[in-house]
């Protein structure tokens, strides 16, 4: 049987995607992770397995389902968070607002796309990006690179102590009313916490290991001395 949205989308999320996260850890486990340019060479990767998923049917350029946090029904004329723009129009790399394909993947028929009759916002918005301009004088940036203090404020500076002795943890399972009650899979559920427990179990037997090797390698150099 072939994945829905709603199905692929939790098998992406939180197998591809999350397990990168979960694996490299540190900052890469928290809301800081886009400070690492891996976060946009993974995210990348996502965006590429999507679309090669979506060229396999049509549909799949036009179609959505699934339910929001609110538990209200997606669909391609449900309006993103933010941008106050309907789901389908994200939905097509080559679409209003996007301008890239990939080498290996067919881009989207026009007649595949989802249609809106906003596209006007993109170009309105598009223009609105390129028109700002957060870029800092050489002088600034210069004086930015010899700073010792961290700028009060700047989330992004704040040093995050990482204990690589402590074993990492698992996410804890959503309960199966709170999974029901968001009209989620209650079995795709347990499959990804399930996997996602292995991964760890078996990110944490290496780390155990490593550990292990390093001790025993300060232990000979010691003695040796």
Not at 27 to 46: G, N, Q, R, S, W
Not at 137 to 163: I, L, Q, R
Request: include cysteine; glycine fraction near 6%; hydrophobic fraction near 45%.
């Amino acid at each position: 049987m072939r994945a829905t949205h709603a199905q692929f989308r939790s098998r992406i999320e939180n197998g591809a995607h999350g397990i990168v996260h979960l694996g490299l850890g540190g900052d890469f486990e928290t809301m800081y992770a886009p400070v690492d340019v891996l976060f946009f060479m993974h995210h990348a990767m996502i965006d590429k397995i999507w679309a090669e998923w979506q060229s396999r049917d049509p549909l799949r350029y036009r179609n959505v389902d699934g339910y929001d946090s609110q538990r209200i029904p997606v669909t391609a004329n449900s309006l993103m968070p933010f941008y106050s723009e309907e789901v389908g129009t994200a939905l097509a790399t080559n679409g209003p607002g996007y301008c890239y394909v990939y080498d290996d993947i067919p881009a989207a028929p026009s007649g595949a796309m989802f249609r809106t009759s906003r596209r006007a916002n993109f170009a309105a918005f598009k223009a609105a990006v390129n028109n700002t301009s957060e870029q800092q004088a050489p002088e600034a940036v210069a004086d930015a690179d010899d700073a010792t203090d961290v700028p009060a404020g700047n989330e992004f500076h704040v040093k995050h102590a990482f204990n690589d002795t402590i074993d990492f943890r698992p996410p804890s399972p959503m309960s199966t009313e709170w999974l029901r009650g968001r009209h989620m899979d209650v079995a795709e559920a347990a499959r990804m916490q399930a996997l996602v427990n292995n991964v760890v179990a078996q990110i944490n037997s290496e780390r155990r290991q490593q550990r292990a090797a390093a001790a025993a390698a300060a232990a000979a150099a010691a003695r040796a001395v």
